[in-house]
């Protein structure tokens, strides 16, 4: 009696084990990869949406993947590469007996979404394209459609605004300049080229001002460059330029602080900047920071001719004149016009060089010699990077 207990409840033990068998199921796909081909390693996630429970399986090298023993219910499955989820497929539900077939192919997924940017960059889609994309799915893609429709509207206002702006700025017609880059800056603030040429037209148009309102436009062509340089501070070109019309405005501290800049985000260049600074500063006046900037050039550039004589020219300022009558230069005023000599022999400087050394020494090194060279000596001008 004891025994046959015994084996009934083995039985009975046997037969929950056969139904809760009964109760799984599985789940198997294929995956292939970008280019078409079985995808070897790709891991595949099964998430239980009814109820919780996570599953996980990697395809063989065959780029095929089963998983068994899942209990039934409905799942979204998820495939992860690299580290990346690129596709899944919600709603999955299993059912005992045969495995539910997942597959993904990469590649179909990337002609499908060429397909539809094409179609939305277009404004057509198929009756293939639509069939079989959900009323969600649908609604988002046309309101995909109409934002970049009105975006590429925007685009060609703004390229027309701010091509309407360079035309005009070249043809020195500052006001119609300014209209056009101050609207394509309305239609988008972000862009840096629109307020570096907002600042040229306002600077073009304050030289040909005067009193309080070249002062104004002045105020605002600085404000224009720096708006282009927060949005690109690493532009050396950008600070040399804000340097030169703050240069203009008589801001020599805060011009010296942006050739500073400028050089250093462009060594090569330094000695430009920091030409340009001393040519502004000879045209307005300002004999001794112009000297400044033009000795801060040949330190970084000793070969910058220019440089060389506008610096010899302002040492030639601070020389003495001798009981004797005879001229003292300070020293590295000779050093200065040699070096550009030997630098620019047949330069448009050369003559008026000569003519300094000889007013130090009495004679001029024939090896200077040079009959064509322009007589006359030169300003020195700035130049825009």
Do not use: C, W
């Given at each position: 009696m004891k025994f046959r207990r015994t084996a009934f409840v083995a039985a009975g033990a046997l037969f929950l084990a056969a139904a809760s068998f009964a109760q799984t199921s599985s789940l198997e796909g294929d995956v292939k990869g970008d280019n078409g081909e079985p995808l070897k390693g790709a891991l595949v996630k099964i998430e239980r949406q009814d109820i919780k429970g996570n599953y996980k399986v990697k395809t063989d090298k065959k780029g095929h993947y089963f998983h068994a023993g899942l209990p039934l219910g409905t799942y979204k499955?998820?495939?992860?590469?690299?580290?990346?989820?690129?596709?899944?497929v919600n709603g999955v539900r299993t059912k005992l007996g045969d495995p539910t077939e997942v597959s993904f192919n990469l590649q179909t997924n990337k002609?499908?979404?060429?397909?539809?940017?094409?179609?939305?960059e277009s404004g057509q889609l198929t009756q293939e394209q639509t069939r079989g994309m959900s009323a969600e799915q649908k609604a988002a893609l046309e309101k995909a459609m109409k934002e970049r429709e009105k975006a590429m509207a925007k685009n060609k206002e703004l390229n027309d605004a701010f091509n309407q702006g360079v035309e005009a700025l070249k043809a020195k017609q500052y006001e119609p300049a300014i209209a056009a880059f101050t609207k394509a800056s309305q239609l988008d603030a972000t862009q840096h080229v629109i307020f570096a040429q907002l600042a040229e037209a306002y600077m073009g148009q304050a030289a040909t001002k005067t009193g309080?309102?070249?002062?104004?436009?002045?105020?605002?062509?600085?404000?224009?460059?720096?708006?282009?340089?927060?949005?690109?501070?690493?532009?050396?070109?950008?600070?040399?330029?804000?340097?030169?019309?703050?240069?203009?405005?008589?801001?020599?501290?805060?011009?010296?602080?942006?050739?500073?800049?400028?050089?250093?985000?462009?060594?090569?260049?330094?000695?430009?900047?920091?030409?340009?600074?001393?040519?502004?500063?000879?045209n307005t006046g300002q004999t001794e920071p112009a000297g400044q900037a033009f000795?801060?050039?040949?330190?970084?550039?000793?070969?910058?001719?220019?440089?060389?004589?506008?610096?010899?020219?302002?040492?030639?300022?601070?020389?003495?004149?001798?009981?004797?009558?005879?001229?003292?230069?300070?020293?590295?005023?000779?050093?200065?016009?040699?070096?550009?000599?030997?630098?620019?022999?047949?330069?448009?400087?050369?003559?008026s060089a000569k003519s300094m050394l000889a007013s130090m020494s009495g004679a001029v090194d024939t090896k200077y010699q040079n009959p064509d060279a322009q007589k006359a000596a030169k300003k020195p001008r700035s130049g825009k990077k």
């Open positions: 499955v998820i495939l992860e590469v690299d580290g990346k989820d690129v596709d899944m002609q499908r979404q060429q397909a539809m940017q094409q179609a939305a309080a309102e070249h002062d104004d436009l002045t105020n605002k062509g600085l404000g224009a460059y720096a708006k282009a340089i927060e949005l690109k501070p690493d532009d050396a070109g950008y600070h040399n330029n804000y340097a030169l019309a703050l240069a203009k405005a008589k801001k020599f501290d805060e011009a010296q602080q942006q050739l500073t800049k400028a050089a250093e985000l462009d060594p090569t260049n330094a000695g430009r900047y920091y030409y340009n600074l001393g040519a502004v500063l000879v000795k801060k050039a040949i330190d970084v550039d000793p070969n910058y001719a220019d440089a060389q004589y506008q610096y010899g020219v302002y040492l030639v300022s601070k020389a003495q004149v001798g009981a004797d009558g005879k001229v003292n230069p300070v020293p590295g005023t000779r050093e200065a016009f040699e070096k550009y000599l030997q630098l620019k022999p047949d330069g448009p400087f050369a003559e």
